[in-house]
């Protein structure tokens, strides 16, 4: 196995000059009863909007002081050794930054084999080691904490997590190993891979300590106190630690393989095989039943070389930066200041849409919102609709009872519109037709103030085109959600050549204080999101009417990475609405856009997946295929691909030149967050420059340098 301790890690310094290091401070407590611990606190300097993170510098350093104490260990000045974090962090884990500027596999290698040596040292101190979880503790971070003899955690600690397969990583720095032997592999399975697919989702505290990743947990405000209490009594023997959910021999010959078996099927379903990181984390794990704690740690070293320098980190760390830098200063977003008060919302409509919006609004605005429709009886269906969700919330405990009463209070519902002369803010969520959006706005416009902005939520339609008939367009906004509403990060906000910067600075901050990411693009058929997703939709039915099989033209499109293959799209966003977005987009862009008239056909058919009693897919519904079964020249599957990468990249481009959107970074952030496009694929566009698309159809690249892994 590999001795780390003869390996040169200079050259990963000599790539770190600019590291933001996290320095390990070292002072030694005094136990009750005599007894010494050397607690080490790492701390960047920075406050907690700038987490501690774990780059070469930062290892070296926090290595050679473990080092000291491990020689102070057997002088017999210290009785163990704890490391905790700055106020509310422990680690953040790897600094991305460095991990993403690695210039060779031997450099990535070292990466882990670096984290492995520094982490490690933690089970060979000759004294007993533990880790106080005093906050944030993500991938190293908790990694850290794994590598140690004993855990303890912060009540209040909000997110612990393993998420590197998200970012199209494993855990590299004993994750893998340790922590299935830890707490069994069901469980590492939910922590490893499950969580991170379910965007990044994080435990709490809490649950770190039921699945026994922590030894014990105390509450904040006495947090540091009670684990030097607790890391006493093991130390002097009071105090035993069980750990119930660490696997014993029985799971080790039954259980493990079968639920790594298990796990495969289940990613292979939902994701298909195009993420490699998923798979190479479910080997990993498997190969943990048995083993040296050395063998594991190599494994990770050799599997992270080969993640650290390919193309899906590369893009995956495209769209993490998209995700949490871009979208939080949103490109040609107007001056904040401009933006209104939101004091009171109206809601033109009490369907399922509206009544999503009015939940929305009043559990993130907390502000009065009442909403409107034709008769009394759809409005009080609405309201029905609104109330039982909080009901929910409250079943739930996701809110309190005082929350509860309060949001019931704020919400309401009338047909007489001069109950909408106070709102700040009014949306329409009706039918999607032209003429019914201009005259329901210019009925409401009637009885609102000068100053009340008015937000379309429409998909397809000319926003300018919705304020035809209003006195004021300059007032009016595209404010485009996606279904579910509570769920989907994104929102588009559309802006029209008479919207003002009042009227979008206060979308933009309307959408912040919603908790979605917004990117404003031009008011044109589609706007991003639903133009792209068009062109996937018209070029698969292309190739089905055209003879081609469904199942094939799934299979065709297979390496784009998507959520779901178009079939399942198209059963998603129903078949009506598929051919109507279809013929929208053709009606523009007749030269670019397919129109399907089977699609017409299977729209009024109905049904295009036969499902069982549960929901899931059992194939194609075979009267769907009979209507489709017309076509004489079926395509090829690369065809197929190729031809939908060239018609994307020609669309994509041309969005560019007309300024839907600012930069194809844009672009990519629409479709990451409203569309589910995979982060192991950067977006769309990275994908298209690195297949060849983008030289094969207007002779360059939408990014220069090219993202993509080291060659």
Known sequence: MTDYSTIDFSPLVALSADEVVTHSFVQNVTLPGGKVIALITLDNGRDHTRPNTLGPITLMELGRVLDEQKERAGRGEIHAVAITGKPFILAAGADLSKVSEVDSRESALLLGQLGHFTFGKLDALGVPSFVFINGLALGGGLEIGLNANYRTVDASAPAIALPEVFLGLIPGWGGAYLLPNLIGIENALKVVVENPLKTNRMLKAQDAFELGIADAIFPAATFLEDSLRWAGGVLDGTVKVTRKNQPGKVERLVKWDAAVGIARKMLESKIGTVAQSPYVALDLLKAAKS??????????????????????????????????????????????????????????????????????????????????????????KGLDYIRGEIASLLAKGRISPDEANRLNALVSGTTNKSDFADCDWVIEAVFEELGVKQDVFADVEQYISETAILATNTSSLSVEQIGAKLAHPERLVGFHF?????????????????????????????????????????????????RVL????????????????????????????????????????????????????????????????????????????????????KGFDKGALKIVSGGKQPLQADEILRRLEDGLADEIHRMLEDHVVEGPEDIDLCMILGAGWPFQMGGITPYLDRTGASQRVFGGTFHDPEIRGIR
């Open 291 to 380: 083993g040296t704690r050395a063998e594991g740690f190599a494994r990770e070293d050799e599997a992270l070389a080969d993640l650290a320098t390919g193309d899906q980190f590369q893009a995956s760390n495209y769209a993490f930066n998209l995700v949490q830098k871009r979208a939080k200063r949103p490109a040609g977003a107007p001056d904040k200041a401009l933006a209104q008060k939101v004091t009171k919302v109206g809601v033109i409509g009490a369907g399922l849409m509206a009544s999503q919006f009015a939940l929305l609004f009043v559990r993130r605005l907390q502000v009065p919102v009442v909403i409107t429709d034709l008769d009394q009886g759809r409005v009080d």
């Open 482 to 530: 996606f279904n579910p509403v509570a769920v989907m990060p994104l929102i588009e906000v559309v802006k029209t050549p008479k919207t003002t910067d009042a009227t979008l600075a206060t979308a933009m901050a309307t959408a912040k204080a919603l908790r979605k990411n917004a990117v404003i693009t031009r008011d044109t058929p589609g706007f991003v999101v639903n």
């Open 534 to 617: 068009a062109k996937v939709l018209g070029e698969a039915m292309y190739a089905v009417d055209s003879g081609t099989s469904f199942a094939t033209v799934d299979e065709a499109l297979a390496p784009l990475g998507l959520p779901m293959p178009p079939s399942q799209l198209l059963d998603l966003v129903g078949l009506k609405v598929g051919a109507h977005v279809l013929d929208t987009h053709h009606e523009a862009f007749p030269d670019r856009f397919y129109r399907s008239e089977n699609l017409h056909k299977l729209a009024e058919y109905g049904t295009l997946l036969e499902k069982d009693s549960k929901g899931k897919v």
